[in-house]
């Protein structure tokens, strides 16, 4: 076991401290430049790899060789043959070292001129370093080990003894599969695992487990030391099955290593849909509305009963459908939606998203209603449809005549949410019209006109009245006159309480169409909501009128009680 752990100071700088990493950045070779205020001076002879350097409590390793400034050497490890180690930030070396070091990139190599104030000051360092001296050393950074108050609070300390791969590090939702060793300071294991799987959020042994594997990547080992808020505290635990017990008030510490991890992610909002990634996909695309997707699936009961299973068994058909097209369940779609080519996930879904409150038959056996149910699946391939970016003129005029047709029959069958969709698409299909000609952009227009109003009618239904005021606000500006436009956006300026803005667009669409029925019902609803408002104000200021008379009669007759009362 390593047990040398060393505590870097608490996060923040002492006075004489700076941050002089950026400082050196810029530095290149042969140049020489000074190091924040007080007199380091850094010449870079060699450039370093990448763009990390070392923080405070990370354990360096140099060679270096250190001389007057009239070239007489004092101390070498180059000569020793020994790299030097030490933590930094400390004060286990020079000020110098410790503030230039820290500028160092793996692999770098610099000459310091670091003034007495920073090195040995008055006194020198009998018999090589005499009073008052300034010094150079030539230094290579050979490499160092990151120690990280994580919790940045003194809790948890973690030391990297192996760096991991890329750049994601698991979430609370992930699930881990790591291997760790915990023991106290006087060397007893209390517990240990070889591979043991469990959610983040859930943790596992103590709470410095979870904690730490959110900081690591894959295949990264540490070394923890665990103060007792972050392990089992004043209680400590008795010793159960193979785990040892932990005294009350124990420091640990801990080797752990990330073996891997399964992401598991919300798919919608409300967390009904959850997917967690069994096998990682392909590159960065996804299929988008409207791909065709072929897949692997296989659906379960939450009790193990299989209800469907396709594409897995020799020479049969993968299964194929079209995505936003409901040719599956809403749940399915989505999570479909959000994987990569050869993915292999496990969805769970909820009956909302799944067959809701109905009992459903599958190929294979009968979901009952309000059923959670659980998919694997596997993303084979997908062909995505055509963006509109990548259409000519009179592919993007087809595609949104065809999007605002669907939108008309999802209108029709009250799924307003898929139907507002649908005229979104069309719309973006035509947005851009400036390569027209005249008789595509009279066609773009009519078409735009047509769906922003269907989605103004969604949004209606949906309650979303910002959104449905926003779309009939895009067709006035297309057609100033368009009486349905201002009808709708009457309609939303009353459900947002904006009855002045109603009644205009309300009298401008009667200038218009003087016998529009559904304009005159709406101009009476109006007026039916105006009386109630001023009811409602009425009420209001009587009220508070009441009150303040109350109040203004209970302190006359406070008054006129004082005054009777210095009378008698």
């Given amino acids: 076991m390593d047990e040398g752990f060393d505590i870097p100071p608490p996060e923040g700088m002492n006075d004489d401290e700076m941050d002089f990493a950026d400082e050196a950045a810029v530095l290149k070779v042969g140049e020489e430049k000074e190091i924040g205020r007080e007199g380091l001076k850094k010449k870079l002879v060699k450039e370093g790899e990448g763009w990390d350097t070392p923080e405070n409590g990370d354990e360096v390793e140099v060679h270096y060789t250190g001389t007057l400034l009239d070239g007489t050497k004092f101390d ?61 050393f030539d230094v290579e950074l050979l490499s160092w080990v990151s120690v990280k108050d994580i919790c940045k609070d003194g809790g948890i300390f973690k030391k990297i003894l192996a760096e991991g791969e890329k750049w994601e590090k698991p979430k609370d939702l992930d699930e881990v599969f790591v291997k760790y060793e915990a023991w106290l300071e006087d060397g007893t294991v209390v517990s240990k695992s070889d591979g043991v799987e469990f959610t983040v959020k859930d943790g596992h042994f103590c709470p410095a487990l979870a904690k730490s594997v959110k900081t690591m990547k894959k295949g990264e080992k540490v070394l923890l030391m665990v103060k007792p808020q972050y392990g089992f505290g004043e209680k400590g635990k008795p010793a159960s099955g193979d785990e040892g017990a932990v005294p009350p008030n124990a ?80 749940g399915l779609d989505r999570g479909v939606m959000t994987m990569k080519k050869g993915e292999v996930a496990l969805l769970t879904i909820a009956p909302e998203y799944a067959f809701g409150p109905s009992e459903s038959q599958q190929d294979l056996a009968v979901v009952p209603s309000n059923s959670t149910v659980c998919y694997e699946l ?53 947005e851009y019209d400036s390569s027209f000609g005249e008789e595509e952009k009279r066609q773009a227009k009519a078409l735009k006109i047509t769906c922003n109003l269907n989605n103004a009618a969604c949004k209606l239904k949906l309650r979303e009245y910002k959104e449905a005021e926003k779309l009939c606000t895009k067709v006035l500006e297309l057609d100033g006159r368009n009486v349905k436009a201002l009808y709708r956006r009457a309609q939303a ?28 019902l709406e101009y009476k609803t109006l ?39 210095t009378a008698a």
């Fill in 76 to 136: 070498s490890s180059r000569d020793r043959g020994t790299p030097f180690k030490f933590t930094l930030g400390q004060g286990q070396v020079i000020k110098g070292w410790d503030q230039g070091i820290k500028t160092m990139k793996k692999g770098e190599n610099a000459i310091f001129t670091i003034p007495p104030e920073l090195a040995y000051g008055e006194s020198g360092s009998h018999p090589t370093i005499p009073p008052n001296a300034t010094l150079q």
């Fill in 251 to 330: 420091t640990l510490q801990i080797s752990l290593e990330l073996v891997s991890w399964k992401t598991v992610s919300e798919v919608t909002d409300d967390k009904k849909v959850i997917k967690k990634i069994l096998k990682e996909g392909e590159g960065y695309d996804h299929p988008n509305d409207g791909s065709v997707v072929k897949v692997k699936l296989i659906g379960k009961l939450q009790d193990g009963t299989v209800f469907v299973r396709k594409g897995h068994d020799d020479g049969e058909e993968l299964f194929e459908f079209k995505m936003d097209d409901e040719q599956v369940i809403d």
């Fill in 378 to 430: 596997e993303l084979v391939s997908f062909e995505k449809e055509k963006e509109s970016w990548d259409m000519n003129t009179q592919e993007k005029i087809e595609a949104a005549g065809k999007k605002k047709e669907e939108g008309n029959a999802l209108f029709k069958a009250s799924k307003y949410a898929k139907a507002s969709k649908r005229y979104e698409k069309a719309a973006k299909c035509i």
């Fill in 493 to 520: 300026y009353i459900n947002l309480a904006d009855l002045d803005l109603a009644e205009f667009d309300i009298k401008k669409a009667l200038e218009i169409d003087p016998d529009n029925r559904d304009v005159k």
């Fill in 527 to 565: 007026k039916e909501k105006v009386k109630e408002y001023n009811k409602k104000d009425a009420r209001f200021y009587s009220n508070m009128f009441a009150k303040m008379n109350k109040l203004e009669s209970h302190d006359i007759n406070k008054a006129a009680t004082k005054e009777a009362e």
